[in-house]
Structures are given as C-alpha cells and as structure tokens.
C-alpha cells in the first residue's frame, strides 16, 4: 500500500510540475494575491476528482463518451488559443506593477470561472489524469485506492506550495516589464498546447 501511495505522489508530481494552463493561472494569481485559496483548492479538488474518475471508471467512460475526446480537442484549442491572445495583448499593453492600488481587481465568481474553464477544456488534463494517472493504477489492482491518494495528495500539495508561493516572487513583479514577460510566456505556453492538440487529430 505505501508503494502504491508513493508511486501515485511521484506520478502526479511529475505530471503537474509542467507549466500548464491551470499553474500558469495560479501562479498570476498567487501574484496578485487575489482568491488564492480558493482557486488552489478548485484546481486540487477538480484534479482529485477526474483522478477519481479514472481509477474507478476509465474504461465505462470511454465506452459511454466515444466522440467526447475529439470534442474536447478541438474545444480546448480554441479556447486556449483565445486565452494566449488575451495574455499577447496584455505583454504588449500591460504597464502596471504589482503594487495594489494599481491592479484592477477580479470577482471570486469571475476567478473561479476562468479557473474551472481552464481545467476542464483543457484536453491534457484528462489524458494525464483520467487516462495516464488511471491506466497506471491498474498496476496496483489491491491498492489503487492508495495510488489515487498519492496523486491527489501530489496535486493538493503542489497548488497551494504554487500559489502561496508566488508571493515571494513578489518583488521581481513590482516592475512593468515582469509582468510583459509573464503574459508573454503565458501566451506562448497556451498557444503552443493549443497547436499540440490540433496537431493530434
């Protein structure tokens, strides 16, 4: 069971450790120091359950939902293709800092939308945890309650070290040109996870 465990921990900490939409959201959160506890645990708690999802019912859902990756595919590109232009846009625009008074502040409910959005039309999401993380459980047949716990465990830790974490880099952000390559590097992440998911089909 303990082997089960850490193999779970090690897999989700290597499967979330990639800059991806969801820590690429986060982490500007973090910076900002705005809802932070509740996006990381919306990212953790969504991650736990597609987890869940894919040790106990992988092979029912595949079964169920045959055109639902091709669907997904197509709808998490566009949408992410979309959220690189908005980080290009603001790269090129954004002269603010860090500073408080200076940043336009976001709703919890508008937050928490776009979190959730970028979680669940995001297509790599369900291959690394629903697919991978669930394929990989058939390994541990008596304990893949265990393995499962050690990825969730990987994800609770790793999005709120994430975003409580990026307040130490707060310093750094006070600068306009911080922020532009923070947007930058955002915007090439989610266009190119976008052209990898076309490039699929």
């Given at each position: 069971?303990?082997?089960?465990?850490?193999?779970?921990?090690?897999?989700?900490?290597?499967?979330?450790?990639?800059?991806?939409?969801?820590?690429?959201?986060?982490?500007?959160?973090?910076?900002?120091?705005?809802?932070?506890?509740?996006?990381?645990?919306?990212?953790?708690?969504?991650?736990?359950?597609?987890?869940?999802?894919?040790?106990?019912?992988?092979?029912?859902?595949?079964?169920?939902?045959?055109?639902?990756?091709?669907?997904?595919?197509?709808?998490?590109?566009?949408?992410?293709?979309?959220?690189?232009?908005?980080?290009?846009y603001a790269a090129i625009t954004h002269n603010g800092t860090?500073?408080?008074?200076?940043?336009?502040?976001?709703?919890?409910?508008?937050?928490?939308?776009?979190?959730?959005?970028?979680?669940?039309?995001?297509?790599?999401?369900?291959?690394?945890?629903?697919?991978?993380?669930?394929?990989?459980?058939?390994?541990?047949?008596?304990?893949?309650?265990?393995?499962?716990?050690?990825?969730?465990?990987?994800?609770?830790?790793?999005?709120?070290?994430?975003?409580?974490?990026?307040?130490?880099?707060?310093?750094?952000?006070?600068?306009?040109?911080?922020?532009?390559?923070?947007?930058?590097?955002?915007?090439?992440?989610?266009?190119?996870?976008?052209?990898?998911?076309?490039?699929?089909?």
């Amino acid at each position: 069971m303990q082997n089960a465990f850490f193999s779970g921990l090690s897999l989700g900490l290597s499967l979330i450790l990639a800059i991806g939409a969801q820590n690429a959201f986060v982490l500007k959160q973090g910076l900002r120091k705005e809802h932070v506890f509740a996006l990381c645990l919306a990212c953790a708690t969504a991650d736990a359950l597609l987890i869940a999802l894919g040790i106990t019912a992988l092979a029912q859902v595949s079964a169920i939902f045959p055109a639902f990756a091709l669907v997904l595919r197509y709808g998490g590109a566009t949408f992410l293709l979309l959220y690189s232009l908005r980080h290009a846009y603001a790269a090129i625009t954004h002269n603010g800092t860090l500073t408080p008074a200076n940043q336009p502040k976001t709703s919890l409910i508008k937050s928490l939308a776009t979190c959730l959005a970028l979680t669940f039309l995001n297509p790599h999401v369900y291959l690394d945890t629903v697919l991978l993380i669930g394929s990989v459980s058939s390994r541990f047949p008596d304990h893949r309650l265990a393995f499962g716990l050690g990825a969730v465990t990987a994800s609770y830790a790793f999005f709120f070290s994430l975003g409580y974490g990026a307040r130490f880099l707060a310093p750094l952000f006070a600068k306009p040109q911080a922020w532009r390559v923070l947007d930058g590097a955002i915007a090439l992440v989610m266009a190119w996870i976008a052209i990898k998911l076309v490039w699929m089909a």
